[in-house]
C-alpha cells in the first residue's frame, strides 16, 4: 500500500505514549508543521501531504515515487526554473495519482477483488513474450532499476487488481455500435487507404560551421566524385562505409524504413517518383551535403472497412474505457473527503 491507515479511533483505555505522538503527529501536519522524530541520535522529518478518508499520504511515500522523475529532470539540462516547474507538475500530478490508488484499493477490498499466483504467473510470462525476453533478462532488468522479483509481482498483482476493478464497473458497461466503428474508418480513411514506405541510406561529408570557402570546394569535389562513382555502377554501400561522415556508416550508410511524411520536406520532393536502386543528387542539407539511396520500397496495402473494423473496435474500446474510467474516478472522488495539504 502506498498510505497509512488513519484510525478514527486513536486508543481505548489509558493514553499511551503512542497515542499522544501519534495524536501530535496528525495535528501538527495538519497546521503545518513538519514532524521529527528522534532514534538513536537519527531525525527522521515527515509530514501529511493529503487525507483520503480515513487513510494518509506521507510526504515520504509522495518523495519515494517522484525520485525517478526528479532524476530525470536533474539530467535533463533544462534551466533551473523550467525543472521547478516540471517537478511541480509531476508532483501534483503524482498526489492526485496516489489518492486515486486509495480510492480504487478501497474499491477492490469493498468487492472482495482476488488475484492469484497463477494469474499473476501467466502475466508475467505474456510479458517476457511481448518483449521477448528470458527470466535471466527479466531479472537483471529489474535488478538495474532497484526493483527486485518480489516487488515486481507486487506491482503485477495491483494492475490486475486494478484492471478487474475497470472490468467489473467500467467494461460492462460499453456498447459500440456499427455506426462508432463507420464513423472512426471514415475519420481514419487516409490511414486505411494504404501506405507505402522507404528503405533508405545514405553518405554524408560534413561541412564545418567554421570552414572556409577553399574548404566547403573540397567537400563539394569530394562529393561529386562519389556521385560520379556512383552513376558508373559501383556499391553504394562500399561508397558509404569508405566516404561517409554518418553514424550509420558501418551499415553500409543504412538508415531504417520510413514513411514519405515522416521524412523532411527537402526529401520528400527529392525522392518523389523515384525507384528503388535508384539515389538522389546531392542535397545540401542542414548536416551537411548527402546523397540518399531507396534500397527498397514496400507497399503496405489498405484495409477495407471489413479488414479493420476489429482493429478500430479494439481502439474505441480503449478510449471508452479511458473515459468512462476517468468518469467514475470523479463520482469516487465526490463521494469521498479528500484532503490536500500544502
Known amino acids: 500500500m502506498v498510505c497509512n491507515k488513519m484510525k478514527t479511533k486513536y486508543f481505548t483505555g489509558k493514553w499511551s505514549y503512542l497515542s499522544f505522538y501519534l495524536l501530535y503527529t496528525f495535528f501538527a501536519s495538519f497546521a503545518g508543521f513538519p514532524v521529527i522524530a528522534k532514534a538513536e541520535s537519527v531525525e527522521i522529518v515527515d509530514r501529511i501531504v493529503a487525507v483520503v478518508n480515513d487513510e494518509i499520504i506521507l510526504l515520504s511515500e509522495l518523495n519515494r515515487e517522484l525520485k525517478p522523475y526528479e532524476d530525470q529532470i536533474e539530467a535533463s539540462g533544462y534551466p533551473l526554473d523550467k525543472q521547478r516547474k516540471m517537478l511541480f507538475k509531476i508532483r501534483e500530478d503524482m498526489l492526485n495519482n496516489l489518492v486515486d490508488q486509495i480510492l480504487t484499493d478501497k474499491e477492490i477490498e469493498r468487492l472482495d477483488i482476488k488475484v492469484s499466483e497463477k494469474e499473476i504467473d501467466n502475466a508475467i510470462e505474456r510479458i517476457k513474450e511481448d518483449k521477448l525476453i528470458t527470466d535471466e533478462e527479466l531479472i537483471d532488468g529489474l535488478a538495474s532499476e532497484d526493483m527486485t522479483m518480489e516487488e515486481y509481482r507486487e506491482n503485477i498483482k495491483e494492475q490486475i487488481l486494478r484492471s478487474k476493478l475497470v472490468a467489473y464497473q467500467v467494461k460492462s458497461k460499453i456498447v459500440i455500435t456499427k455506426e462508432d466503428i463507420e464513423a472512426w474508418y471514415e475519420r481514419d480513411i487516409d490511414k486505411y487507404s494504404g501506405e507505402t514506405k522507404y528503405h533508405l541510406s545514405n553518405i554524408l561529408m560534413q561541412v564545418p560551421p567554421s570552414a572556409s570557402e577553399a574548404e566547403e570546394l573540397e567537400v563539394n569535389k569530394k562529393m561529386e566524385s562519389v556521385l560520379s562513382r556512383l552513376i558508373k555502377g559501383e556499391s553504394f554501400s562500399d561508397l558509404a562505409n569508405a566516404y561517409s561522415e554518418s553514424s550509420s556508416t558501418a ?92
Open 251 to 342: 551499415d553500409g550508410g543504412y538508415l531504417g524504413l520510413f514513411k514519405i511524411d515522416a521524412l523532411l520536406p527537402q526529401l520528400q520532393e527529392a525522392i518523389k517518383g523515384m525507384k528503388a536502386g535508384e539515389f538522389t543528387s546531392i542535397l545540401d542539407t542542414d548536416q551537411g551535403h548527402q546523397i540518399f539511396y531507396i534500397s527498397e520500397i514496400v507497399k503496405i496495402p489498405g484495409k477495407s472497412y471489413e479488414e479493420a473494423a476489429p482493429e478500430i473496435e479494439a481502439r474505441l474500446y480503449n478510449e471508452f474505457v479511458n473515459e468512462k474510467f476517468a468518469a467514475w474516478i470523479k463520482e469516487l472522488r465526490k463521494k469521498s473527503h479528500i484532503k490536500i495539504i500544502k
